[in-house]
């Protein structure tokens, strides 16, 4: 079942001197209780599309066209504000946007910043219950007590990381976008977050995930389906496996080995890097935005490659084209 | 080639009441000729700290850094540290801000030229210059005459260890060089490190947080935890069969592709 449908989403950033196409047709589903992945490189489009699905769409960022359907149908991007205010954002989808550990406000305790969080929802609850439910909540995701007491800059990073987890998790939403949310932290600070966001899905506090990230180690090991992006594109959508294993796309056949990980197999696998470089998005090439990159193009490329269905993986390419 | 012994250094902060923060305690180790050797840790585990003192950027509390057995705490002269400059070069993890954006990349190497004992006429530097680019996989006609924003990281990340290379140096520190470059172009950089190696028979200390790149390119794994070195080895050894907990712990914690998390 979907709990999010997103159909052909389009978005540019709108600057004073051109457009940057950063997100093209976006065509995608999130089904419930499952860890989704969007895999990419920087500027591949991953945190636009973050900003279009949470609706937290700021100038210069335009939002041109596409569907976000919930599970009832409704298309949220048709909603308005009021709407989207009180039951959308945090409630339905919420965002744990890059760097979110920074914007944790330094003069004012955790506690106060929970406090925040529950009354824009629940404007009349008493300070005492507000306590009371964020007390409950940091224990359930196991940081102690002593977190809510504390200020922003007395916690480590990977607190501090947590927390914002917890706190954008306080209203049980249907979908949490975590926009690479463990790319600054050490490796087993990085599996303790990892193991949180697990915890929360488990225990029914988040239902479903959408993981963005550059690291396909750390999807291997929590995502369910990965969302390959390449250039604002959406590029191949399959299972975890599938994708790492056997790739479709040659984006993702020339990424999947770029993987270093500390196993024996590395040293027997070929390691190699993909030449070039990705288009300049302000004016991407007619047709397929891999092309110039690609060892397997043919003069068919020059056109848009149309989505394909093979088995369970969808891929944008022609190679498979009939 | 190069070798520390019972490096320390204790940074201390406050007038009245000091606090001290020990971030290299007692670490000993030595640099092999025509190898390559990672320095791996997590952060605040001293291993910048280590490369700072190494290349002479900081000092030391106590311990020494011998390169070919002479201490360099006696290097206090311009002229010795020049000198010692030609040895032993560095490149660090920002290939942005390594560069003055206000100039054409070519001024890195220009500068370099300065390190010389006897000027060197602008034909040669041409020279030079393209036979160090070519080294590292990059075509002059590309790169010269550009600013930094007009390259990539890797390209820019390559500029700066071909600028290294100028000099002939014998050892080569590498702080984090490809942490901020995407994956699908540090696979090159990587290479370029390797065919150093090689081919130039380059020392290289290859200081990272990431142990699969440091398993993948390295020798010699050294491993650092809060200012201590834990464990040291043949990476093959280190990675398949660590003996401290710290490394154990640490190895558990790194997403694979093969095993999978309970």
New interface residues.
């Given amino acids: 079942m979907s709990v999010l449908n997103a159909e052909n989403i389009k978005a540019y950033y709108h600057l004073l001197d051109g457009d940057v196409q950063a997100l093209e047709d976006a065509t995608f589903n999130l089904n419930k209780g499952e860890i989704l992945g969007i895999a990419g490189?920087?500027g591949c489009g991953k945190s636009t599309l973050a900003a279009t699905l949470s609706t937290i769409i700021l100038p210069p960022l335009k939002l041109l066209g596409g569907k976000l359907l919930t599970e009832n149908g409704d298309d949220i991007f048709k909603l308005p504000e009021r709407t989207l205010r009180r039951e959308i954002r945090g409630k339905y989808v919420a965002l744990v946007p890059q760097s979110a550990m920074n914007a944790l406000n330094p003069t004012k305790r955790i506690r106060d910043l929970v406090t925040d969080a529950i009354n824009a929802h629940y404007p009349k609850m008493t300070k005492q219950e507000v306590r009371d439910t964020a007390a409950k909540r940091f224990e359930d995701v196991g940081l102690p007590f002593r977190v809510l007491e504390s200020y922003s800059f007395e916690l480590s990073g990977g607190m501090k990381q947590r927390t914002v987890i917890a706190l954008s998790s306080l209203m049980n939403p249907k979908v949490l976008i975590a926009d690479e949310p463990t790319s600054a932290l050490?490796?087993?600070t990085?599996?303790t977050v990892?193991t949180l966001l697990l915890d929360l899905r488990k225990k029914g506090i988040v239902q479903s995930v959408i993981f963005i990230t550059?690291?396909?180690?750390?999807l291997?090991?929590i995502a369910d389906r990965i969302v390959v992006m390449y250039a604002g594109i959406i590029v191949e959508i399959g299972t975890v496996d599938d994708i790492?294993f056997n790739p479709l796309h040659p984006y993702s056949k020339?990424?999947m080995p770029?993987?270093?990980?500390?196993?024996?197999?590395?040293?027997k696998r070929a390691?190699?890097?993909?030449p070039g470089?990705p288009p300049n998005l302000r004016n991407p090439p007619k047709g397929c935005r891999f092309l110039p990159r690609c060892a397997y193009a043919t003069s068919v490329c020059h056109q848009e490659p149309p989505l394909i269905t093979v088995k369970r993986t969808v891929v944008r390419c022609w190679l498979y084209a009939k | 080639m190069l070798s520390t012994e019972d490096l320390t250094k204790v940074y201390e902060s406050g007038l009245f009441r000091k606090r001290s923060v020990t971030a290299v305690d007692g670490v000993s180790f030595q640099i092999r000729k025509g190898q390559i050797s990672s320095l791996v840790g997590e952060s605040g585990s001293g291993k910048t700290t280590v490369a700072r003192i190494i290349l002479k950027l900081i000092q030391p509390t106590t311990g020494r850094v011998l390169y070919k057995d002479r201490d360099i705490s006696y290097i206090k002269k311009s002229r010795d540290l020049i000198d010692y400059r030609r040895h032993v070069q560095g490149i660090f993890q920002d290939p942005y801000s390594s560069f003055n954006l206000f100039y054409k990349v070519d001024r890195v190497f220009n500068m370099m030229f300065k390190l010389f004992e006897k000027p060197v006429p602008k034909t040669e530097r041409k020279v030079m210059v393209e036979s160090v680019l070519k080294t590292v996989g990059l075509n002059p006609d590309e790169v010269l005459g550009k600013y930094p924003h007009q390259l990539s990281g890797g390209q820019r990340q390559r500029v700066l260890v071909a600028r290294s290379l100028l000099v002939n140096p014998e050892i080569l520190l590498a702080d984090e060089p490809t942490s901020m470059i995407d994956a699908s172009t540090r696979i090159d950089v990587l290479k370029v490190f390797t065919d150093l190696k090689k081919e130039m028979e380059l020392s290289i200390v290859f200081i990272t947080h990431d142990l699969g790149l440091a398993y993948y390119i390295s020798d010699r794994i050294l491993v650092m935890q809060q200012g201590k070195m834990v464990e040291e080895g043949d990476a093959e050894e280190v990675i398949m069969n660590p003996k401290h907990e710290y490394t154990k712990s640490l190895l558990s914690a790194i997403p694979t592709l093969s095993k999978k998390w309970a």
């Fill in positions: 490189e920087s050490d490796v087993s990085q599996k990892l550059h690291d396909i180690a750390v291997r090991q790492i020339g990424l770029t993987v270093i990980v500390p196993e024996p197999e590395i040293k390691i190699s890097g993909i470089a």
